[in-house]
């Protein structure tokens, strides 16, 4: 598929992938701050960050804590993670596709299909791997 020429209005590969990153490198700056606090003072400790450096009473062993499962947020989370996932691998897969041709991708998969066939002859299914 040709490159897209600049002004007919689609977005190259790398312009997708960043959309796509700018707001994961710039959500952690607003979800650590709370609703009242400003953004601009960054030299000063959190308040989560600053319990955490507080010294805590040594737990006593007992029965641990039962399990809170959320099936509904696994379900939203493994979602919505297998999305980002997708379409990181389709970004990606289409730039390295505009640099390799399909003969060097066949070449070197069947390089690793042998690879890993060999390996099979020496690394028994009871090693632990």
């Known amino acids: 598929m040709a490159a897209a020429a600049p002004g007919n209005g689609r977005?190259?590969?790398?312009?997708?992938?960043?959309?796509?990153l700018i707001p994961l490198l710039w959500?952690?700056?607003?979800v650590r701050a709370g609703p009242d606090e400003d953004l601009s003072h960054r030299n000063k400790v959190s308040p989560a960050l600053a319990q955490q450096l507080q010294p805590q009473?040594?737990?006593v062993q007992?029965?641990?804590?039962?399990?809170?499962?959320d099936p509904?947020?696994?379900?939203?989370g493994g979602t919505v993670g297998h999305c980002l996932c997708t379409g990181l691998a389709v970004i990606g897969g289409r730039m390295i596709a505009q640099k390799i041709s399909?003969?060097?991708v066949t070449i070197i998969g069947g390089i690793?299909?042998?690879a890993f066939a060999f390996s099979?002859?020496?690394?028994?299914?009871?090693?632990?791997f």
């Open 27 to 30: 959500a952690p700056a607003a």
């Open 62 to 69: 007992g029965p641990e804590p039962a399990r809170v499962e």
């Open 11 to 20: 977005a190259s590969a790398p312009q997708l992938l960043l959309l796509f």
């Open 57 to 59: 009473p040594v737990a």
């Open 72 to 76: 509904y947020g696994v379900a939203v």
């Open 112 to 114: 690793v299909f042998l």
């Open 120 to 128: 099979a002859l020496f690394i028994s299914p009871d090693s632990g």
């Open 102 to 104: 399909v003969r060097t």
